[in-house]
């Protein structure tokens, strides 16, 4: 278990660095949703896959019913990871909190069923370049980030590290709304990585 923590605290490191880079060419370019943003966000998931590491996203779509309990610890270490990298954004010069706010403003906006049925389709695209990469198939992974981001679909891990650098005051706020939207989004991650099982069938998704 200590492990499994360990690699997944480093995925949340990973994640909240590129989260961080997507913020920072956000800023810089008027615009959070800018094409050069979703981008760089493709390091994230690079280092998660190059490292082997414990991500929720990049876990949920191949773990057994029987390994749930441990599919959680995964993502509370993401959050533990994330939560250290966006100690940065107390610091850097650059506008990232605000950036990050209006990220969150956007989805209590947008509402909590919506953006669980969203991260349906960033889940569906994780497990799929994920999937591929452990095949040293890269491609799916390089377009397959910018693509969710683009979509605005919606990732558990990447949306805790946004949430995590907005002011406490706009927590204090804005507390069960914020609950709400995440454990849809993790919900709707959690469906969306499963989906190749849902719909394939079991000869089907292993190739056999």
């Known amino acids: 278990m200590l492990k499994t923590f360990r690699s997944s605290v480093f995925a949340g490191i990973a994640i909240g660095t590129a989260g961080f880079g997507f913020l920072a060419a956000g800023v810089q370019s008027a615009s959070y949703g800018s094409l050069a943003g979703a981008v760089l966000f493709s390091f994230g998931l690079l280092t998660v896959v190059g490292y082997r590491l414990k991500l929720y996203t990049g876990t949920a ?57 969203l991260g349906i389709g960033c889940g569906f695209i994780m497990t799929t370049a994920v999937h591929f990469a452990r095949r040293k198939q890269f491609l799916p992974l390089l377009f397959g980030v910018p693509l969710f981001i683009m979509c605005g679909f919606t990732h558990c891990v990447a949306d805790i590290f946004y949430y995590l650098c907005v002011p406490f005051s706009f927590w204090k706020a804005h507390f069960v709304e914020i609950v709400s939207v995440y454990l849809c989004i993790v919900a709707g991650n959690l469906i969306g990585c499963n989906l190749y099982r849902i719909v394939l069938s079991r000869q089907q998704y292993e190739n056999e």
């Open 61 to 117: 779509g191949f773990i057994n019913f029987s390994g749930i309990g441990e599919l959680f610890l995964i993502l509370l270490g993401n959050i533990a990871g994330c939560f250290c990298v966006s100690l940065l954004s107390r610091v850097s010069p650059l506008a990232v909190q605000s950036a990050a706010q209006g990220i969150l403003e956007a989805r209590i906006r947008t509402g909590a069923l919506e953006c669980g049925l």
